[in-house]
């Protein structure tokens, strides 16, 4: 595949405190470079026979590929992250900085000092939208190969010496306070509409159980933390429990298979947490199980498994 060039964004004449000459010689040299390289390894794979490649060469172009696509595309990001202007956020941005970080303020110390600690070294500043929770982030990305997994940079500060060195020479901090009063706001803006357009990865439900009331292991815990009274039943099967150590805190082991035995010494007047070892079947067939009989009951998504995950308690038995 061939990666074609996109003309340089911003108009490097009005920049404010950034010369024509830094603003070119990263351009042409730096994002070129890497565009360039980035089409060499591409003709290389494109040529490759996979089948009899030795696996220091794939390995080796593959993380090159990876490496120079990810400096071509934040290059591009870079540029189109500058205009002259007074680095003040337009009110959208503003509203969603001081909804995801307390304040722009507070952004803005976070996101500069995080620049200031990769000064002398090299690398980027991200100011990153995640869909999967729906807010924005500020990483760094030591390499341009370090991104969040599913992420959306929206804001690229490039903190490699060749970004700012004609100018400023070791004086990263001019720089770093130059390039916040260039930052193009309106085109952060146009972006963080569109990363908010990107639909968050969907909930993993089980089908059949898809209707069925669930509650989280965090929830539970922090229920159990309240002290609210909640009947807590490990539905894990006979089998399973034979070979394990522990329990949950706070629940009571029932054979899935003997609902109809037990189901009788719960209270209908509290409700109930079932679940058993990953949260599929057995925890939701009993939830279920006990709902039909007119119980409160609520699987545990995850199971035991979820409860461990979030450092929930147990007690070991047996
Ligand atoms: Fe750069």
Redesign the pocket.
């Known amino acids: 595949m061939h990666y074609p060039l996109t003309p340089i964004h911003c108009r490097p004449w009005t920049l404010n405190g950034l010369s024509m000459k830094l603003i070119e010689s990263?351009y042409e040299n730096?994002?070129g470079g890497?565009l360039r390289r980035l089409n060499a390894i591409s003709a290389s794979l494109d040529a490759l026979d996979f089948a009899t490649a030795p696996a220091y060469v794939v390995n080796g172009l593959k993380r090159d590929e990876l490496i120079a696509l990810n400096?071509t595309l934040?290059?591009e990001l870079?540029f189109a992250c500058l205009a002259f202007g007074e680095g003040r956020p337009t009110e959208v941005m503003a509203q969603a900085l001081a909804r995801d970080f307390g304040s722009v303020d507070r952004w803005r110390a976070e996101f500069v000092a995080m620049a200031g600690a990769l000064a002398g070294g090299s690398g980027w500043v991200l100011l990153t939208w995640v869909p999967r929770d729906r807010r924005l982030v500020n990483q760094l990305a030591a390499e341009h190969n370090q991104g969040i997994a599913g992420g959306v940079p929206i804001l690229a500060l490039?903190m490699?010496e060749?970004?700012y060195h004609i100018d400023f020479g070791a004086n990263a901090r001019a720089y770093i306070d130059t390039f916040m009063r260039n930052i193009d706001w309106k085109a952060v803006q146009a972006r963080y509409e569109d990363a908010t357009q990107v639909a968050p990865p969907r909930p993993l439900v089980q089908p059949e159980f898809a209707d069925l009331p669930s509650v989280s292991a965090e929830e539970v815990h922090a229920m159990l933390a309240r002290g609210e009274p909640v009947q807590v039943v490990d539905a894990r099967p006979r089998h399973y429990v034979s070979r394990t150590q522990d329990i949950m805190e706070g629940a009571t082991w029932r054979d899935p298979e003997r609902v109809h035995e037990w189901a009788g010494e719960l209270t209908k007047s509290e409700p109930v947490v079932v679940f058993c070892v990953y949260g599929f079947h057995v925890g939701c067939r009993t939830a279920l199980a006990l709902r039909e009989q007119g119980f409160d009951a609520r699987y545990m998504a995850g199971g035991h498994a979820a409860w461990r995950a979030i450092g929930g308690k147990t007690r070991s038995v047996g």
Request: glycine share 0%.
């Open positions: 990263h730096n994002y890497a400096s934040l290059h870079y490039d490699y060749h970004a």
